[in-house]
Nanobody, 116 residues
Framework: VQLQASGGGLVQAGGSLRLSCAAS????????MGWYRQTPGKQRELVAD???????NYAISVKGRFTISRDNAKNTVYLQMNSLKPEDTAVYYC???????????WGRGTQVTVSS
């Protein structure tokens, strides 16, 4: 299983970015896809996730600004990030949970930098 994330970059505060993450390989029984982020010296934190039934969950810090969505047919998850703040600067990782044993898979990460 491979997760390929794209869409990161440099944006000014107040701007928008859209991240995409496509899963490939032996994909089956996907339960949840999500986005996490990490800054140097800090633990990786959940940004948002979405179940196969499209139930969503957001970190309090991004609620109302970020929207997660998924295309089940393409095994792809998206993160629309609006009203970006400098504190959103991080490496963003996509995550996939699937199978009876709920195995987790991670993408390589994409850098998001928000300038003030």
């Amino acid at each position: 299983v491979q997760l390929q994330a794209s869409g990161g970059g440099l944006v000014q505060a107040g701007g928008s970015l859209r991240l995409s993450c496509a899963a490939s390989g032996s994909i089956f029984s996907v339960k949840r896809m999500g986005w996490y982020r990490q800054t140097p010296g800090k633990q990786r934190e959940l940004v948002a996730d979405i179940t196969s039934g499209s139930s969503t969950n957001y970190a309090i810090s991004v609620k109302g600004r970020f929207t997660i969505s998924r295309d089940n047919a393409k095994n792809t998850v998206y993160l629309q990030m609006n009203s970006l703040k400098p504190e959103d600067t991080a490496v963003y990782y996509c995550n996939l949970e699937m199978g009876v044993l709920s195995r987790y898979y991670w993408g390589r990460g994409t850098q998001v930098t928000v300038s003030s």
